[in-house]
């Protein structure tokens, strides 16, 4: 297994320098579902949830998440985010949510783009909570990330 980095040999918690590593375009996508009673899908479709247009509204949470990362995960790098783009689609037993976050720094995007897809979902689970009591939030994952030199 690899060292971890973000603990000391003393395993206390150390937030990693990466002040000497040079500055690179990062982007990381993210996904996650929330399954929901087909009756709930009909009202998200339909725009008749009473807390307003779930989609919309949990795609700019998302955004909004991605950008507070560092407030929320302690040894997160604060970083300029030139880019994130959140999506929320209906599928057959829920709503699919992702995320692509992109920055030019000197670490990578990809708890900003698993934060923004987590939000998203939680704010589908907020907005539905009166009509849905059997939602579920699964597979939030990362589903990929990529680094390349700045031209």
Do not use: F, W
Not at 61 to 87: M, N, R, S
């Amino acid at each position: 297994m690899a060292k971890l980095s973000h603990t000391t040999s003393q395993g206390k918690a150390n937030m990693v320098d990466v002040g000497n590593k040079l500055q690179q375009t990062r982007i990381a996508k993210a996904s996650g579902t929330i399954l929901l009673h087909p009756e709930t899908l009909k009202l998200i479709q339909e725009n008749l949830i009473i807390k307003g247009d779930v989609l919309t509204i949990a795609e700019i949470a998302g955004i909004q998440a991605a950008k507070q990362t560092p407030h929320l995960i302690p040894l997160c790098h604060t970083l300029l985010l030139t880019k994130v783009d959140v999506k929320c689609t209906i599928q057959k037993e829920g709503v699919k949510a992702e995320s692509t976050v992109k920055c030019i720094g000197q670490t990578g995007v990809e708890m900003e783009a698993l934060t923004a897809v987590s939000v998203a979902l939680l704010t589908i689970y907020d907005m539905c909570k009166a009509v849905d009591k059997t939602m579920v939030i699964e597979q939030v994952r990362l589903e990929s990330k990529e680094k390349k030199d700045v031209d």
